[in-house]
C-alpha cells in the first residue's frame, strides 16, 4: 500500500471504526488484567457460573480482541464481521446471564452500541471500499 493509500485510508475511517477499535483494545486488556490479577483459585461453581470464562480464557480473549482492533482499524472486511460475531456473542450470553438473574447490563449495552456503529451507512461504506480496492490491486 503506497503512502498516498494508507493517509486516504486513515481520512476515510469513520468515528465509528475508532470508537469500536479503541473498545476493543480496552476490552482485550481489561480480559487479560481479570485473568492476570484476578482471584487464583478457581472452583467447579465458578466454571458454571457465566463470568467463567474471562478464568479460563482471559489471555486468549485479549488476543483475539487485540487482533480484530486492528483489522477493524486498517478496515479489514473480516474484522467487521469478526467483531459484529463477538458482539452477537456477548449478547447471547449477557441475555442468558439476565435469564438466570445475573444480569450484565454494562455487557448488553456495550454488544448494542457495537451493533449500531458497524451498522451505519459510512461504516459500512468504509469496509466495502476498502475491500473493493484489495480486489482491485489483487
Given at each position: 500500500m503506497s503512502e498516498q493509500d494508507r493517509i486516504?485510508?486513515?481520512?476515510?475511517?469513520?468515528?465509528g471504526v475508532t470508537v469500536i477499535a479503541t473498545a476493543m483494545v480496552a476490552n482485550a486488556?481489561?480480559?487479560a488484567?481479570?485473568?492476570?490479577?484476578g482471584d487464583a483459585t478457581l472452583t467447579w461453581g465458578d466454571v458454571l457460573q457465566t463470568g467463567f470464562y474471562f478464568e479460563l480464557a482471559g489471555p486468549f480473549l485479549g488476543a483475539v480482541g487485540l487482533i480484530m482492533s486492528v483489522g477493524l482499524w486498517?478496515?479489514?472486511?473480516?474484522a467487521w464481521?469478526?467483531?459484529m460475531s463477538w458482539a452477537g456473542i456477548n449478547m447471547g450470553q449477557a441475555l442468558w446471564a439476565y435469564w438466570i438473574g445475573e444480569p450484565q447490563y454494562s455487557a448488553m449495552a456495550l454488544s448494542v452500541v457495537i451493533v449500531l456503529y458497524l451498522n451505519q451507512r459510512?461504516?459500512?461504506?468504509?469496509?466495502?471500499e476498502?475491500?473493493?480496492?484489495?480486489m482491485r490491486d489483487g
Open positions: 486516504a485510508t486513515e481520512q476515510d475511517r469513520p468515528f486488556i481489561i480480559a488484567a481479570r485473568f492476570y490479577f486498517h478496515l479489514q472486511r473480516w464481521v469478526a467483531t459510512d461504516v459500512q461504506l468504509a469496509f466495502i476498502s475491500t473493493r480496492g484489495i
